[in-house]
C-alpha cells in the first residue's frame, strides 16, 4: 500500500510539473507572437516590408496569439508570468532531463 501511494505521488508530481512546463512554453510562444507583431507594424512603417506582405504575415501572427490565447481559455488555464530566473532553472532541469 505504502508503494502505491508514493507511485501515485510521484505520478502527480511529474504530471503538475509537465503541465506547468507545457503552460510556461505556452506562455512564452505568446509573448513572442506579441513582440513580432510589434515588429511587423515596425517593418510596415519603415517601409521594410511591403504592406500586403506585412499585413497576410500580421494576420496569422494574430490568428496563432487568438489559438493560444483560447486554449488557456478552453482548459481554464491562467497564464503564467514570466520570470527569467525560473524560466532558466526550468529549461535546465528539462535539458538535464533529455540529455
Do not use: C
Not at 34 to 56: R, T
Not at 67 to 89: A, C, G, K, V
Request: glycine fraction near 4%.
Amino acid at each position: 500500500m505504502k508503494k502505491l501511494l508514493i507511485s501515485v505521488g510521484a505520478l502527480g508530481v511529474m504530471s503538475f510539473t509537465y503541465n506547468s512546463y507545457k503552460n510556461y512554453q505556452l506562455s512564452l510562444a505568446l509573448d513572442n507572437i506579441e513582440e513580432m507583431q510589434e515588429w511587423m507594424l515596425e517593418d510596415i512603417q519603415n517601409g521594410v516590408i511591403p504592406e500586403i506582405y506585412g499585413a497576410y504575415y500580421s494576420e496569422k501572427l494574430y490568428e496563432t496569439e487568438t489559438l493560444i490565447i483560447d486554449w488557456f481559455d478552453q482548459y481554464n488555464e491562467t497564464r503564467p508570468s514570466i520570470n527569467l530566473e525560473e524560466m532558466e532553472d526550468l529549461q535546465t532541469k528539462v535539458d538535464n532531463y533529455h540529455n
